[in-house]
């Protein structure tokens, strides 16, 4: 594969480089003049900037995806993880899905207060939430910024059910709240596993929590009473795919209820980054890797079909599908049967102002 740009290595990032904003005019390009030019620092900083909140909630109709509405409150997320499918959205407001997403953050403000508005709107249905549908509510940033605890607290006011996905142990700052969410039946948790190599894990998520704190995320969530599961993604062909069974092993043993599993995806600018990502940290797999992953996808890099594009399709992808489902039978995941999440008990919060509530 032939590398365009300068790779460089960063400590605690993912990306190598940064692509070109697909929307920008035009695109330059570094090339080596024989100049002497400074390096870049093996460092960079963590920019935030803050965006005021038109609208809480995200809403799709997607037949892959198991809720309707989903919110974030982050835009980018410094975990890094190279392969992340929301990698692209960054874009949107004019920056690289490279470094850009895992460095240059957008925190969204009033979101709290939009979402009650939202709430209280004579035609809300009530549905799960899903937090985390894009980035990880529990990023590094939540610790300062605390909008995820702001956004429970009111769904625990309003008996809202939530579902929520992470790979930060961030999420036990929370466990009070999450615990009396459950008493009520109104959240599930998810911690997503990719690996239990902590080397592999070190520059495939840098800023994750390791396996074995997500383990115990898992546990801690369980012994509090809160569902927990374990999203076992991405499943990557000639990479982490030998590790699915003792995903699944270890998932069991901290007490996850149920499973699910989803294969790497690399949509639009993904695929280039995770290329690089691959040649520069594990050359001597990149070639197969990336084999294993167009005889998942029909011969591209990427499937975006409805019904195809978490799973693949073709002979390694059925067999990814049928090791999945006989791990899961053997260690009674999936099979426990739990009522679902209540949405009858919803009570719309009183909206600020409200001098007759």
């Known amino acids: 594969m032939a590398i365009q740009h300068p790779s460089t290595l960063r400590k605690g990032r993912g990306a190598t480089y940064d692509p070109p904003n697909r929307f920008a005019p035009t695109h330059s390009e570094a090339i080596d003049d024989g100049w002497w030019q400074e390096e870049a620092s093996p460092r960079i900083a963590t920019q935030v900037r803050d965006e ?111 579902t929520l996905v992470t790979k930060s142990a961030l999420i036990l700052r929370d466990l009070d709240i999450l615990s009396e969410l459950a008493e009520h039946r109104l959240v599930r948790v998810f911690v997503s596993l990719t690996s239990l190599d902590d080397n592999l894990k070190r520059t495939l998520e840098p800023r994750t929590a390791s396996p ?5 995320v898992m546990s801690e969530l369980n012994t509090a009473g809160v569902p927990v599961g374990s999203l076992i993604s991405p499943v990557i062909p000639g990479l982490t795919d030998h590790e699915l069974e003792r995903l699944l092993e270890a998932a069991s043993r901290a007490g996850a209820r149920t499973a699910s599993w989803m294969l790497l995806r690399l949509p639009r600018e993904v695929a280039p980054l995770f290329e690089d990502w691959l040649t520069t940290h594990y050359p001597e797999r990149a070639t197969k890797v990336m084999s294993l992953m167009r005889q998942c996808r029909g011969g591209e890099t990427y499937d975006s079909r409805f019904g195809k594009r978490m799973s693949g399709e073709g002979v390694f992808a059925e067999l990814l599908a049928q090791r999945f489902r006989k791990a899961s039978r053997r260690l009674g995941l999936n099979e426990r049967t739990e009522l679902g999440l209540d949405c009858e008990s919803f009570r719309p919060p009183h909206a600020q102002g409200d001098l007759f509530g």
Do not use: M
Not at 56 to 65: I, V
Not at 97 to 116: K, M, Q, S
Not at 212 to 216: D, E, G, I, V, Y
């Open 212 to 216: 074995k704190a997500r383990l115990r």
């Open 52 to 162: 005021p909140t038109k609208s809480a909630l995200s809403w799709n109709r997607s037949p892959d995806l198991p809720f309707d509405r989903s919110l974030n409150p982050y835009r980018g997320c410094e975990h890094g993880c190279i392969y992340c499918y929301a990698r692209p959205s960054h874009a949107y407001w004019d920056l690289s899905p490279g470094l850009d997403f895992e460095t240059r953050l957008i925190a969204r403000t009033g979101l709290v207060e939009r979402l009650r508005e939202e709430f209280c709107k004579p035609g809300y249905v009530c549905r799960p939430i899903s937090l985390s549908g894009n980035t990880d509510c529990y990023q590094p940033i939540e610790a300062e910024r605390r909008t995820t605890r702001a956004v429970l607290e009111l769904l625990l006011e309003c008996r809202h059910p939530v």
